[in-house]
């Protein structure tokens, strides 16, 4: 079980990279590309997986900071599923929702790792 834990995280970091890292390098032409709704979509999916593991390998957990991570990453895969759609439609994507995309999961990483 293990094993499979560690893999989770690791899909879940890539995951984060992927969501913060397009919004970086795209800092000075703000958009959302369709790479950031997976790896929104992978986000969610191994987060849900790990809370449910949580208890079964009786791990230690902060459930009131999962749950605030799990609220804010709906809102980003929501937001990055519209930027996915205009994109592929070949239609305007504003900043604001371009930053929030990018923003809001910074702020998910912030809290994994510096709320224990
Ligand atoms: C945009 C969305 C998200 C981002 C950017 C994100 C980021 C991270 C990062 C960077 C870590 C590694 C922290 C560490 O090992 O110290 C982590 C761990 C974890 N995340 Fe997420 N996460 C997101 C969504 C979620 C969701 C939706 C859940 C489930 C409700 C979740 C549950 C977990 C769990 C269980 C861990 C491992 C245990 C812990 O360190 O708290 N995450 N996340």
Redesign the pocket.
């Known amino acids: 079980m293990d094993i499979l834990y560690n893999i989770l995280?690791f899909l879940?970091?890539v995951?984060?990279a992927m969501?913060?890292g397009i919004w970086i390098g795209n800092m000075k032409k703000p958009t959302v590309h369709p790479r950031q709704f997976d790896?929104?979509a992978l986000?969610?999916i191994?987060?849900?997986i790990?809370?449910g593991?949580?208890p079964a390998m009786d791990?230690d957990?902060?459930y009131v900071?999962?749950?605030i991570?799990?609220v804010?990453?709906?809102v980003?895969?929501v937001l990055a599923f519209i930027g996915r759609r205009k994109y592929k439609a070949g239609e305007p994507i504003s900043a604001g929702l371009a930053h929030s995309v990018g923003g809001?999961?910074?702020l998910?990483?912030a809290?994994?790792?510096l709320w224990n």
Do not use: E, P, R, S
Request: charged residues 5%.
């Open positions: 995280v879940h970091i995951g984060a969501i913060v790896g929104a986000q969610v191994t987060g849900v790990m809370m593991l949580i791990l957990a902060n900071k999962l749950t991570k799990l804010i990453a709906l980003v895969a809001l999961a910074l998910n990483v809290i994994a790792t």
